[in-house]
């Protein structure tokens, strides 16, 4: 299962209601910030979360409304909070200007107060954990290297406790082995295989983050059978001129992937300040019904099978 807990909504400036693009996704232990639009480290502070294990900044595209927040947070941990270090991973340019804000406006020569690294990363598998991945993506939008995330959990095969049980398989290390899929020999000398006691193959959670986009067709492969697709819609249809313009998307195309990649739920983001969110959740649910827009520190669990709400 992976949460994801929405720190700002609004596109390109921030309204009284909705600060700038800010989201945190959580698998465990683990937990990643994915851009960090101006305001974001009140954002968290507001959201209860907290700084603490917040070491990795994964960054969509260097446009202001996503990075500038990094130059506040870097300024705060110079002063007050400590944190063990700071990873951020985004695309080559991406981070050219990043570099720019934090060494030559923020630090200015002064030492960053911990660990500070600039992960270059290029579309393909970028985090790796025991239960999950993260893999990188490239999405169409103003400007070279812009990305989106996928984050999915390993597919695994659920220990049968009740066929463990039959064939006398003790509890301790011999169940630890077979799930880790090794053959055991028990101590009446059968011998056990992984097959036995293990179920067929079961897909895990995979959640979507796109962040700005200008068209669709080239993420439906990637945002296939997602159980969660996060994606912008700064635009309503009767602005689609404008929405390609600007290369950014309208509601009715978030909805249109959606349905198209067979996706369970859709989380709409990155909202004009133009437009009302009734109207925008409305244009959306027409096409595809489990749509909903993102608030500020609106929460979402992304799990296979199961739909959450709000
Ligand atoms: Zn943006
Ligand atoms: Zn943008």
Known sequence: MF???????????????????????????????????????????????????????????????????????????????????????????????????????????NQPPMPL?????????????????????????????CLGYVFEEKARRPFLAEKADELGVPFGPERRELVAGNPVTLADGRLISPDQVLGAWEKGSKLVVVGDAGKTDDLL???????????????LDEEADMAKQFSHLTARMGAELAVKAGVKKLILTHISRRYREKDVVAQAQSIFPNTVVARDFDTYQIKRDIQDGR
């Open 3 to 109: 949460e994801i807990l929405f720190l700002g909504t609004s596109a390109s400036a921030p309204s009284a209601k909705r600060g700038l693009s800010g989201q945190i996704v959580s698998h465990n232990e683990y937990r990643f910030l994915i851009d960090c639009g101006e305001g974001t480290q009140r954002q968290i502070l507001q959201s209860g979360t907290g700084f603490k294990r917040l070491t990795r900044v994964l960054l969509t595209h260097g446009h202001l409304d996503h990075i500038l927040g990094l130059g506040g947070l870097l300024s705060t941990f110079l002063r007050w909070e400590a944190i063990e270090e700071l990873e951020i991973f985004g695309g080559r340019s991406t981070l050219d200007r990043v570099h720019t804000l934090l060494y030559d406006v923020v630090l200015r020569g």
């Open 117 to 145: 690294k600039m992960q270059e990363i290029k579309p393909g598998i970028i985090f790796e954990a025991d239960d999950f991945t993260i893999t990188a993506f490239q999405v169409s939008h103003r400007g070279p290297d």
């Open 221 to 235: 492969e990637v945002c296939r059978d997602a159980d969660g697709l996060v994606i912008e819609s700064t635009y």
